[in-house]
T-cell receptor, first 108, second 115 residues
Framework: AQRVTQPEKLLSVFKGAPVELKCNYS??????LFWYVQYSRQRLQLLLR??SRESIKGFTADLNKGETSFHLKKPFAQEEDSAMYYC??????????FGTGTRLLVSP | DTAVSQTPKYLVTQMGNDKSIKCEQN?????MYWYKQDSKKFLKIMFS???????INETVPNRFSPKSPDKAHLNLHINSLELGDSAVYFC??????????????FGEGSRLTVL
């Protein structure tokens, strides 16, 4: 079965603290994973994809096939990082399966 | 403004009614989608069209019927609305399958409330 699990509904941290949003997946094929973000009153948008191995807004995510994980990390959280974060798995034919999302709240 | 736009943004209606949500994209994409986000924020794909042809049809009641008059439009019609249909419906688009990067461009969502 194709599934994306984000175990935390809410993650609350203080500004400057490290952040790790967890994502685990279940997929028999070769996975392609993404993180999407939805800031308050904005559209859901792509944050980063694992194949690009990029750092966007200080966030990075490494695909760990052994642990079937794609956790999103940032060493020092900023207040503007507060948003809803969705991990997504591409399962072919441009179909994206999303996790249930984690709300990140960064307090001053 | 290049974007994916959906109308209406908010829709409140009675059980049993029929309603439509419209979606248009001017990004030149070939593929369009409808996603449903429930009260727990879970995003689930409903349909996908590539160049007006249905390519993904998840387990969705027959009361939901997508229509794509051209590749820039994908409308969602819902018959005999039920309480459980209350959700936010997101339209999205992406490049053609052959060039697919996995990036979807989302509309702002249409919040449907069934009373």
């Amino acid at each position: 079965a194709q599934r994306v699990t984000q175990p935390e509904k809410l993650l609350s941290v203080f500004k400057g603290a490290p952040v790790e949003l967890k994502c685990n997946y279940s997929y028999s094929g070769s996975p392609e994973l993404f993180w999407y973000v939805q800031y308050s009153r904005q559209r859901l948008q792509l944050l980063l994809r694992h194949i690009s191995r990029e750092s966007i807004k200080g966030f990075t995510a490494d695909l760990n096939k052994g642990e079937t994980s794609f956790h999103l990390k940032k060493p020092f959280a900023q207040e503007e990082d507060s948003a809803m974060y969705y991990c997504a798995l591409r399962t072919g034919f441009q179909k994206l399966v999303f996790g249930t999302g984690t709300r990140l709240l960064v307090s001053p | 403004d290049t974007a994916v736009s959906q109308t209406p943004k908010y829709l409140v209606t009675q059980m049993g009614n029929d309603k439509s949500i419209k979606c248009e994209q001017n990004l030149g994409h070939d593929t369009m989608y409808w996603y449903k986000q429930d009260s727990k924020k879970f995003l689930k794909i409903m349909f996908s069209y590539n160049n007006k042809e249905l390519i993904i049809n998840e387990t969705v009641p027959n009361r939901f019927s997508p229509k794509s008059p051209d590749k820039a439009h994908l409308n969602l019609h819902i018959n005999s609305l039920e309480l459980g249909d209350s959700a936010v419906y997101f339209c999205a688009s992406s490049q053609a399958l052959a060039k697919a990067t996995g990036e979807l461009f989302f509309g702002e969502g249409s919040r449907l409330t069934v009373l």
